[in-house]
Nanobody
Framework: QVQLVESGGGSVQPGGSLRLDCVGS????????MGWYRQTPGKQRELVAS???????EYGDFVKGRFTISRTSGTNTVYLQMNNLKPEDTAVYYC?????????WGQGTQVTVSS
């Protein structure tokens, strides 16, 4: 059974930083893509960042150098360092993994950016 356990969400003031962690288990393929998506009420889930097991990254256009995704080599643990957070970054952030023909999601963690 695949599990993605997220941690690190919370509340922060504009301009602040947070780091989200995601630990994956039960993922049977070494070749996979792990990523972070976010969603706000009434909107579709959107890509924040993704990273392959080989380290290739992709970012949503709105990131603009503020966020960095990384993963521990040889593991299914991924991190999202978010700097210079803005109120519009407020959302539920979801970890996901794509492997083989499967896509699995974590439960989500709330990030709130407010003064």
């Amino acid at each position: 059974q695949v599990q993605l356990v997220e941690s690190g969400g919370g509340s922060v003031q504009p301009g602040g930083s947070l780091r989200l962690d995601c630990v994956g288990s039960g993922i049977l393929f070494r070749n996979n893509v792990m990523g972070w998506y976010r969603q706000t009420p009434g909107k579709q889930r959107e890509l924040v960042a993704s990273i392959t097991n080989g380290g290739r990254t992709e970012y949503g256009d709105f990131v603009k150098g503020r966020f960095t995704i990384s993963r521990t080599s040889g593991t299914n643990t991924v991190y999202l360092q978010m700097n210079n957070l803005k109120p519009e970054d407020t959302a539920v952030y979801y970890c996901n993994v794509v492997w083989g023909s499967r896509t699995d999601w974590g439960q989500g963690t709330q990030v709130t950016v407010s003064s």
